[in-house]
């Protein structure tokens, strides 16, 4: 008879602690019935969740998502091809699962968006995947900003464009991608020195060597011209 | 006599010593080095979101390790004390049972403090090396770490005074530690579902300890920092498993 106040005892703190932490606890995440199964994905999705494991498995379908784009298509022009352009159907399916896992990922959804809006030109998507990136992290500036970047890109007016990105690059977190189509649209534009010091930044920082390549090849490109007239480079 | 504090210190340190020294940890801290360094090679494939891939992939390693070893050994440290006699010379003299199982616990949360300490520097090292700093939030990640692995060790240690077998314990604090990942996806289905589906889901989210509160590496930056209620929690549920453990010991002829 005396052991059972121990036993009350133990089911009232185990309670106790359970209900505390259920109390307390306000999930960030998406709810489950968000989470759209990626082909194959179900189960690594389950252990994410079951794991707790989230930021990793959301690394992981970010690599996936990287090397999907990263495979040229087939019957698409090689030159196409290496601009980032093509179809890639399944990249915003793709991207928005990496955000459903972990709509914390910053880096992940802005170059998903910057690759739909710039690279191949379905700005409509880059901005759904934003919205949906907002709709967990609504106090994130650098989608805003992106959101109006992408605006301006519909205007076809490439120095605003570059304008609007500009604070996104100094962002620690800034995907090299976001830079190199900075450096692009500006030098498009007309501001050679503003793309050579986006392109010094890559050549500093990138740990890709593609992109590093690109921009030292890009740096000596414009080292032999010579910067045009300010007015030049803002009248379009 | 001496006092019972002591005496329960005294089997904590030994518990401590004893799993030091087991070859099991020396196996778990190569793998996990091992592991580790593996993740730099996914740490390559992320290219630009290499830092962040290597923090998260050591976090996991080193948590799962950590459980795996912490399981281990919770589950089989009273059984094996009670095949090889040994539990019935330690309550031949004046040692209460309450500082026995208190030391015991005590002891396989101290190694589990060890390795996470010993694992997380070498993963530090590990990230220095390729050129990255402290991930942010990575003290309240350990923690957060080190939170989930004492109430699953305590619950463990309790599960494996009923259990048959180290292979049921650690069955049954997997299945503990899977629903507790699934607490806040269990509260959105009790919220959709009626009825006596509604019911049971309801009383498995006010008994299951929600494990995402205490997941601090899941959460980004700023966010990663726990609240008191995870502390709270964690210890309340520590202790109620504690005295549970404490109830079917006290049931136990020696």
């Given at each position: 008879?005396?052991?059972?106040?121990?036993?009350?005892?133990?089911?009232?703190?185990?309670?106790?602690?359970?209900?505390?932490?259920?109390?307390?606890?306000?999930?960030?995440?998406?709810?489950?019935?968000?989470?759209?199964?990626?082909?194959?994905?179900?189960?690594?999705?389950?252990?994410?969740?079951?794991?707790?494991?989230?930021?990793?498995?959301?690394?992981?379908?970010?690599?996936?998502?990287?090397?999907?784009?990263?495979?040229?298509?087939?019957?698409?022009?090689?030159?196409?091809?290496?601009?980032?352009?093509?179809?890639?159907?399944e990249?915003?399916?793709?991207?928005?699962?990496?955000?459903?896992?972990?709509?914390?990922?910053?880096?992940?959804?802005?170059y998903?968006?910057?690759?739909?809006?710039?690279?191949?030109?379905?700005?409509?998507?880059?901005?759904?995947?934003?919205?949906?990136?907002?709709?967990?992290?609504?106090?994130?500036?650098?989608?805003?900003?992106?959101?109006?970047?992408?605006?301006?890109?519909?205007?076809?007016?490439?120095?605003?464009?570059?304008?609007?990105?500009?604070?996104?690059?100094?962002?620690?977190?800034?995907?090299?991608?976001?830079?190199q189509?900075?450096?692009?649209?500006?030098?498009?534009?007309?501001n050679?020195?503003?793309?050579?010091?986006?392109?010094?930044?890559?050549?500093?920082?990138?740990?890709?060597?593609?992109?590093?390549?690109?921009?030292?090849?890009?740096?000596?490109?414009?080292?032999?011209?010579?910067?045009?007239?300010?007015?030049?480079?803002?009248?379009? | 006599?001496?006092?019972?504090?002591?005496?329960?210190a005294?089997?904590?340190?030994?518990?401590?010593?004893?799993?030091?020294?087991?070859?099991?940890?020396?196996?778990?801290?190569?793998f996990a080095?091992?592991?580790?360094?593996?993740?730099?090679?996914?740490?390559?494939?992320?290219?630009?979101?290499?830092?962040?891939?290597?923090?998260?992939?050591?976090?996991?390693?080193?948590?799962?390790?950590?459980?795996?070893?912490?399981?281990?050994?919770?589950?089989?440290?009273?059984?094996?004390?009670?095949?090889?006699?040994?539990?019935?010379?330690?309550?031949?003299r004046?040692v209460?049972?309450?500082?026995?199982?208190?030391?015991?616990?005590?002891?396989?949360?101290?190694t589990?403090?060890?390795?996470?300490?010993?694992?997380?520097?070498?993963?530090?090292?590990?990230?220095?090396?390729?050129g990255?700093?402290?991930?942010?939030?990575?003290?309240?990640?350990?923690?957060?770490?080190?939170?989930?692995?004492?109430?699953?060790?305590?619950?463990?240690?309790?599960?494996?005074?009923?259990?048959?077998?180290?292979?049921?314990?650690?069955?049954?604090?997997?299945?503990?530690?899977?629903?507790?990942?699934?607490?806040?996806?269990?509260?959105?289905?009790?919220?959709?579902?009626?009825?006596?589906k509604a019911?049971?889901?309801?009383?498995?989210?006010?008994?299951?300890?929600n494990?995402?509160?205490?997941?601090?590496?899941?959460?980004?930056?700023?966010a990663?920092?726990?609240?008191?209620?995870?502390?709270?929690?964690a210890?309340?549920?520590?202790?109620?498993t504690?005295?549970?453990?404490?109830?079917?010991?006290?049931?136990?002829?020696?």
């Amino acid at each position: 008879m005396s052991r059972l106040p121990l036993l009350a005892a133990a089911l009232l703190s185990c309670t106790a602690g359970a209900a505390l932490s259920a109390r307390w606890y306000v999930s960030p995440f998406p709810p489950p019935s968000e989470i759209r199964s990626a082909p194959g994905g179900a189960a690594e999705d389950m252990l994410a969740l079951a794991l707790g494991a989230r930021r990793l498995f959301a690394d992981i379908w970010f690599i996936r998502l990287m090397q999907y784009y990263g495979t040229p298509e087939q019957l698409v022009e090689e030159e196409v091809s290496e601009n980032g352009g093509g179809l890639y159907l399944e990249f915003l399916p793709k991207s928005r699962h990496v955000l459903e896992i972990d709509p914390g990922f910053t880096a992940a959804a802005l170059y998903s968006a910057g690759s739909l809006a710039f690279n191949l030109n379905r700005p409509k998507e880059a901005e759904e995947l934003l919205g949906y990136a907002l709709k967990y992290s609504p106090k994130e500036w650098k989608y805003l900003t992106m959101l109006a970047a992408i605006g301006y890109s519909k205007a076809e007016k490439p120095a605003v464009v570059a304008a609007a990105i500009a604070p996104i690059l100094k962002d620690p977190d800034c995907p090299v991608m976001l830079k190199q189509l900075a450096a692009f649209l500006n030098k498009k534009a007309g501001n050679y020195a503003a793309a050579a010091a986006i392109y010094s930044d890559i050549a500093a920082t990138s740990r890709d060597e593609a992109y590093v390549k690109n921009a030292k090849r890009e740096l000596q490109i414009l080292a032999g011209r010579e910067a045009p007239a300010p007015a030049k480079g803002t009248a379009r | 006599m001496r006092p019972v504090l002591p005496v329960g210190a005294a089997v904590a340190l030994n518990s401590f010593s004893e799993s030091v020294r087991n070859r099991f940890f020396t196996i778990f801290a190569v793998f996990a080095l091992a592991a580790i360094y593996a993740s730099v090679l996914a740490g390559v494939m992320a290219v630009d979101q290499e830092g962040r891939v290597l923090a998260d992939m050591g976090l996991v390693l080193m948590e799962l390790t950590v459980l795996a070893y912490a399981l281990f050994n919770a589950s089989s440290v009273l059984l094996r004390e009670a095949e090889t006699k040994t539990i019935y010379l330690v309550f031949s003299r004046p040692v209460p049972r309450w500082a026995y199982l208190g030391g015991k616990l005590g002891g396989s949360l101290l190694t589990s403090v060890l390795m996470l300490a010993v694992m997380g520097l070498m993963h530090l090292l590990l990230l220095k090396l390729r050129g990255f700093g402290v991930p942010p939030g990575y003290a309240w990640a350990l923690a957060g770490s080190f939170l989930k692995i004492a109430v699953i060790t305590s619950f463990a240690l309790f599960v494996s005074l009923f259990s048959t077998s180290s292979v049921s314990t650690l069955v049954i604090s997997g299945v503990l530690w899977t629903a507790g990942h699934f607490a806040a996806e269990t509260r959105f289905l009790a919220s959709q579902a009626a009825g006596a589906k509604a019911a049971v889901l309801n009383a498995a989210v006010w008994l299951i300890p929600n494990f995402q509160l205490f997941n601090a590496r899941d959460a980004a930056g700023a966010a990663a920092a726990l609240p008191p209620a995870a502390f709270l929690s964690a210890a309340a549920w520590v202790l109620g498993t504690y005295l549970a453990a404490l109830w079917l010991l006290s049931r136990k002829e020696f």
